[in-house]
């Protein structure tokens, strides 16, 4: 078994933390570049320190969230089935929604059936067991 092994300086195991000021430095110069806040958007485009600014670091890179379309349907299937899932897909999450989407997409795509995915780590989860 591997012997593990703490730099502790003086004592202390934060030591080597305490000492980090990179993002604080950077912070100073005006160029961190986390967590901030979002005035508007339209999906595409953001408005971020009065500015509008290109998105390029979101989920919504079609900019469907702000169409008004999706926005009209959302609101429509909330009345049904409430603003979430109440679970993951392996567990209770799965809607009948879900299952009629992949089929239509399957059938779109020329497949037999296929599967979707409500989060990034499901989507991983699924495609490493398929591949590996």
Known sequence: MAEIKLDVQNGDVFNKAYDFTTADDIKRLGLY??????QATDGTTVVIEGKDVVMAGSNNYLGLTNDPRVIEAAQSVI???GTGCTGSRYLNGTLDL???LEEKLAAYLGKEAC???????????GAIQTIA
Request: glycine letters at 4%; a negative charge; charged letters at 15%.
């Open 33 to 38: 570049p986390y967590f901030k806040p979002l």
């Open 79 to 81: 009345e049904t089935y």
């Open 98 to 100: 879900h299952l009629e």
């Open 115 to 125: 599967v979707l995915f409500s989060t990034g780590y499901q989507t991983n989860e």
